[in-house]
């Protein structure tokens, strides 16, 4: 026994190797073989995979059993502390939000919650980003304990290659008081890729804490490497230069030789998957916004809140001017005039006096408005007119109570002086507008008496100049 003031004394990583290679030796006692076991340190292989130490013998049917095995010390724990890889972590959480976002667009688009072309713009913006953020959080506080993201170097480094057995063997002063926590997620994770783990005491004696999976537990293809020992590799690109040998291991020489040493970060992994999905989310939500922004309906005013608007805007508007011009004025020929003259001339007040003067009438708004014409209106070439004649009134103003009474009856009526197309001075009283073709004004009439019982003569003028010329 070690007197107390003797320092415990802690087992170096070289130790440790030829410790862990000595329990390999008696744990595969039994196993069944056809040849001799053979026991190899510090052995590399291609894409810089290190083995502290390996055991291979030939198998009873074809093929070769090969364990390999993981040496670390307290110099090099870093090898078996697990680090929380939060790059991959926020892109998994990224590429999780698309993926939730991407959906709910999708959903919302057909189910028509949220959509664009329903509530809005901004509603769709806020659901969205609600659902990124939300799905984000989620994603980081669920999932962060997940073995994928604790990175441990020892681990990554055999999930990159393939051999029957592989085991992890630590110095008993690896893990502090303190430490635990490290330990138990180094166990887990050996526990669940089917990895060997061991202790190694101070005084080189072995404990067992997992024991390798006989059948493969990690479900990608893993790629069978070629091994060969440090010390002989050294040795023949030192004596041989590049040998035809070198070709059967399809690497670099660094990296054979050199294993990165300290650099236990190397078998991190890579993001392509992750940005490639949340590409394409981002592509599935910008084709949906598209077809919903197509879809965008058309704003339908609402109609008490246009009447309102249209009262606001009358109280600002200027009242029509009372005069009207009836038409073009008529210049003199040969004849000095002021236009001002002329303008008055033409000009009828709308009021009954000069209404008097008015020798074509025609009423809208159902007779709640008058519109006075000359005979000039009335003369077109070429052209025949058909009234649909009501009756024959004395005087104007006998024909404007006529057009008046067919007004509160909801019937435009209007009245034509017999002086514009013959000698005779009373006025039509008439129904609609002036008509050019006789088979329309026959259809009208009926209209009329089937509606209106009212019984209309149907009645063709012409101008007087028309006649005279005939």
Not at 228 to 242: E, P
Not at 344 to 367: F, H, P, R, Y
Not at 370 to 382: H, S, V
Not at 399 to 425: H, P, V, Y
Request: aromatic share 14%.
């Amino acid at each position: 026994m070690e007197s107390a003031g003797k320092p415990l004394k802690f087992l170096s990583e070289e130790d440790i190797k030829h410790a862990a290679v000595g329990f390999l030796k008696t744990h595969y006692k039994y196993r069944p073989r056809s040849g001799e076991t053979k026991v190899q340190l510090d052995m590399r292989g291609e894409g810089g995979i290190v083995a502290d130490g390996m055991l291979r013998f030939p198998k009873e049917e074809d093929g070769f059993f090969t364990a390999t095995v993981e040496a670390t010390a307290r110099e090099t724990k870093e090898e078996v502390f697990y680090r929380i890889q939060k790059t991959l972590l926020v892109w998994d959480a990224i590429t999780f939000s698309m993926i939730c976002t991407a959906s709910m667009v999708v959903w919302t688009h057909f189910d028509g919650t949220y959509a664009l072309h329903t509530d809005g713009v901004y509603w769709r913006i806020f659901s969205m980003l609600a659902c990124m953020m939300l799905s984000f959080l989620f994603y980081q506080i669920f999932f962060r304990r997940q073995f994928r993201y604790h990175y441990i170097y020892a681990i990554e480094q055999f999930k990159r290659y393939f051999v029957d057995e592989q085991w992890i063997a630590i110095g008993q002063d690896v893990f502090g008081p303190n430490e635990e926590k490290y330990k138990e997620e180094l166990r887990a994770q050996c526990v669940n890729n089917g990895f060997g783990l061991i202790i190694i005491h101070p005084d080189r004696g072995a404990r067992l804490l997992a024991s390798p999976a006989r059948q493969e537990v990690i479900k990608k293809n893993r790629k069978t490497v070629n091994f060969i020992g440090l010390d002989d590799l050294r040795s023949t690109f030192r004596n041989s230069g590049y040998t035809k040998w070198l070709s059967t291991f399809n690497g670099n020489l660094k990296n054979w030789i050199q294993p990165h040493l300290g650099e236990t970060q190397r078998f991190k992994r890579h993001y392509y998957h992750q940005q490639t999905l949340v590409v394409l989310s981002i592509c599935v939500i910008a084709g949906m916004l598209y077809l919903e922004w197509t879809k965008r309906p058309v704003i339908y005013v609402d109609e008490w809140l246009h009447q309102e608007e249209l009262k606001e805007k009358q109280k600002n508007l200027t009242k029509e001017s009372e005069v009207v011009i009836i038409d073009a004025p008529i210049v003199p020929f040969n004849e000095d005039f002021e236009l001002a003259d002329l303008l008055e001339e033409n000009t009828k007040v709308a009021d009954l006096e000069a209404s008097k003067k008015g020798e074509i009438i025609l009423s809208i708004n159902n007779g709640q408005e008058l519109i006075y014409y000359d005979c000039e209106r009335f003369y077109q070439p070429d052209a025949d007119q058909f009234l649909l004649v009501y009756r024959l009134s004395s005087d104007l103003s006998t024909a404007i109570r006529d057009i008046e009474t067919l007004g509160e009856r909801q019937i435009d009526a209007g009245a034509i002086w017999q002086g514009c197309f013959s000698s005779l001075q009373n006025y039509y009283v008439f129904v609609d507008q002036m008509m050019s073709d006789s088979v329309i004004a026959a259809s009208r009439a009926q209209l009329y008496e089937d509606n209106y019982n009212l019984e209309l003569s149907i009645k063709k003028i012409e101008p007087t100049y028309l006649s005279n010329e005939e």
